[in-house]
């Protein structure tokens, strides 16, 4: 068998492409904190917040002790985490999702 053709035979390595995992931002519940400075802190700093999405997670905060308010890439949850600590909320540490 020519050498040509043994190299042909033999499978090429293969790049596996892997996802970065993503990471949960996580509120958790505060005996200090309102209702009104949660929402209000939600709606500033997590893209596309809605009001009412911010109050269901408020809620969700308050009777659950923890919402999970957003889900992505590492830099971003750790941009947001730093933001909505720097408000004051309480928060988990970052985790992956």
């Known amino acids: 068998m020519p050498i040509e053709t043994l ?3 033999q499978p090429s ?3 596996v492409q ?4 993503n990471y949960k931002v996580i509120v958790l519940n505060d005996d200090f904190n309102t209702f009104d400075h949660v929402a209000k802190t ?4 997590i893209p ?3 009001e009412s999405r911010a109050w269901e997670l408020t809620n969700q905060v308050h009777y659950e002790g923890l919402a ?3 889900v ?3 830099e971003q949850a750790e ?7 720097r408000a004051d909320l309480t928060m988990a540490p970052l985790e992956p999702a």
């Open 7 to 9: 190299e042909r035979a």
């Open 79 to 85: 941009l947001y985490h730093a933001q909505l600590k």
């Open 13 to 15: 390595p293969r790049t």
């Open 18 to 21: 892997k996802h970065y995992p």
């Open 42 to 45: 939600l709606m500033k700093y």
């Open 68 to 70: 999970i308010v957003w």
């Open 48 to 50: 596309g917040m809605t």
């Open 72 to 74: 992505g890439p590492q």
